[in-house]
Nanobody
Framework: QVQLVESGGGLVQPGGSLRLSCAASGSIVSIYHMGWYRQAPGKERELVAIITGGSRTNYADSVKGRFTISRENVKNTVYLQMTGLKPEDTAVYYC??????????????WGQGTLVTVSS
């Protein structure tokens, strides 16, 4: 099975920055796309950003211009550089990946989440 492990969450003041990382492990042949989702208290999980193997990206309107998603394909790792953080960015951030196992079966995997708290 594919496992995703997030890191980089923590407490940051408004206007600050954080960089989240997520590494995928397992018998992965290829990854079609990786992304970041977040879930704030009392809200549904929402897409933050996605990136394809061809480095095409898409962002939620609320984070455009502030967040940047990137990949290191060889390491099967995705990053989310967050700047200009706002209190409303407070949430548990989850990484997600879709790709192909070594047995040629497609997969979708989710990380356990990392908490980002933006507060003064």
């Amino acid at each position: 099975q594919v496992q995703l492990v997030e890191s980089g969450g923590g407490l940051v003041q408004p206007g600050g920055s954080l960089r989240l990382s997520c590494a995928a492990s397992g018998s992965i042949v290829s990854i079609y796309h990786m992304g970041w989702y977040r879930q704030a208290p009392g809200k549904e999980r929402e897409l933050v950003a996605i990136i394809t193997g061809g480095s095409r990206t898409n962002y939620a309107d609320s984070v455009k211009g502030r967040f940047t998603i990137s990949r290191e394909n060889v390491k099967n790792t995705v990053y989310l550089q967050m700047t200009g953080l706002k209190p409303e960015d407070t949430a548990v951030y989850y990484c997600q990946a879709a790709g192909m196992y070594s047995n040629s079966r497609n997969f979708e995997a989710w990380g356990q989440g990392t908490l980002v708290t933006v507060s003064s």
